[in-house]
């Protein structure tokens, strides 16, 4: 059994959870965009499952991607560049002039 949720919905099911904080307020809307598209592009319903997702995904700032991912990246790669290459980019934004990105984990 399915049901529809609304964005509203998806954000409340992460603090629910008590993973509120793990994604930025437009970083859940980013991933439940790319959900609900991924469901139209598929014709498949999507489970919510919250601890799943949060081991799926990942918003990082630029700085925290080059700490996490230092040793695959060169120094004048693009960091945006390097995650379309080796994972799924749902989306990114900016935070007080710093770019985030929601991707998938690798």
């Not at 598929?42 to 919250?50: A, Y």
């Not at 995650?83 to 934004?93: A, I, M, Q, R, Y």
Request: contains cysteine; hydrophobic residues 35%.
């Amino acid at each position: 059994m399915y049901q529809t949720i609304s964005d509203y919905d998806f954000r409340n099911a992460f603090h629910n959870m008590g993973r509120g904080e793990q994604f930025s307020y437009e970083g859940l809307t980013i991933l439940f965009d790319a959900l609900e598209q991924y469901e139209v592009d598929n014709g498949e319903p999507f489970e919510l499952d919250v601890i799943a997702l949060c081991c799926d995904f990942s918003e990082l700032s630029e700085k925290e991607v080059r700490d996490t991912y230092g040793d695959m990246i060169d120094e004048a790669d693009e960091v945006e560049e390097f995650l379309h290459d080796n994972t799924w980019v749902l989306g990114s934004h900016e935070v007080d002039g710093v770019k985030h990105f929601i991707f998938q984990q690798f």
